[in-house]
Nanobody, 129 residues
Framework: QVQLVESGGGSVQTGGSLKLSCAGSGNTYNSNCVGWFRQAPGKGREAVATIHTGAENTDYVDSVKGRFTLSLDSATNTVYLHMTNLKPEDTAMYYC??????????????????????WGQGTQVTVSS
């Protein structure tokens, strides 16, 4: 089992920044692909960014490219999502999720929520105009 705990959400104004954390524990060797998803009210859950914890290759959905950046602290099994120039449309509940992939190139935002086995409880991000 892998446990994931998100933190760092909050309320900011347009143009502001936040850094979300996803701390993993348990059998983390069972999950080498970490994804950040978000779900706005009335909408489906979309993949925002992914990182392969071994190769550290990253992928981002077009709407956040140039604004969001992933980083990894292997010593603490923590993945960070640095969000800058936030917009009201970024308002959502943000979740981190993890799964095991055979190859690092398989860890991309193309894969949806049903491909992920482990989930955190979510952290709310609200951006006001």
């Amino acid at each position: 089992q892998v446990q994931l705990v998100e933190s760092g959400g909050g309320s900011v104004q347009t143009g502001g920044s936040l850094k979300l954390s996803c701390a993993g524990s348990g059998n983390t060797y069972n999950s080498n692909c970490v994804g950040w998803f978000r779900q706005a009210p009335g909408k489906g859950r979309e993949a925002v960014a992914t990182i392969h914890t071994g190769a550290e290759n990253t992928d981002y959905v077009d709407s956040v490219k140039g604004r969001f950046t992933l980083s990894l602290d292997s010593a603490t099994n923590t993945v960070y999502l640095h969000m800058t120039n936030l917009k009201p449309e970024d308002t959502a509940m943000y979740y981190c999720a993890a799964r095991l992939v055979l190859e690092s190139f398989e860890c991309t935002v193309v894969d949806g929520e049903y491909d992920y086995k482990y989930w955190g409880q979510g952290t709310q991000v609200t951006v006001s105009s």
